[in-house]
């Protein structure tokens, strides 16, 4: 049975910091590309950032380039956000998603690209 389990949200001032963890298991981790999407009250869930399965390409939507970083540890089997310079606009749950061995920027915002999904994790950002 495959889990993705996110942590590391809370409350953050804004201008702050915070690093999401995403521990998979189930699956054959280093397979997987890993994607993070979120979701705020009353939106629709919107990509955040991505890594290919093999590590070597990261994206990011525009609204977060240049703040956040994504990561992964395939040894830990796990996929990590670090989040920089957080705005009140960030608030959302965000969740981590895994797909298998996608590749393209394009596809890999795409959330129906995505088998997997965690709960999710609750990022607040006060202004």
């Known amino acids: 049975q495959v889990q993705l389990v996110e942590s590391g949200g809370g409350l953050v001032q804004a201008g702050g910091s915070l690093r999401l963890s995403c521990a998979a298991s189930?699956?054959?981790?280093?397979?997987?590309?890993m994607g993070w999407f979120r979701q705020a009250p009353g939106k629709e869930r919107e990509f955040v950032a991505a890594?290919?399965?093999?590590?070597?390409?990261?994206y990011y939507a525009d609204s977060v380039k240049g703040r956040f970083t994504v990561s992964r540890d395939n040894a830990k089997n796990t996929v990590y956000l670090q989040m920089m310079s957080l705005k009140p606009e960030d608030t959302a749950v965000y969740y981590c998603?895994?797909?298998?061995?996608?590749?393209?920027?394009?596809?890999?915002?795409?959330?129906?690209?995505?088998?997997?999904w965690g709960q999710g994790t609750q990022v607040t950002v006060s202004s």
């Open positions: 890594i290919s399965w093999s590590g070597g390409s990261t």
């Open positions: 998603a895994a797909s298998y061995r996608t590749t393209t920027p394009q596809a890999m915002a795409v959330s129906g690209k995505y088998a997997y």
């Open positions: 189930g699956l054959t981790f280093s397979m997987y590309s």
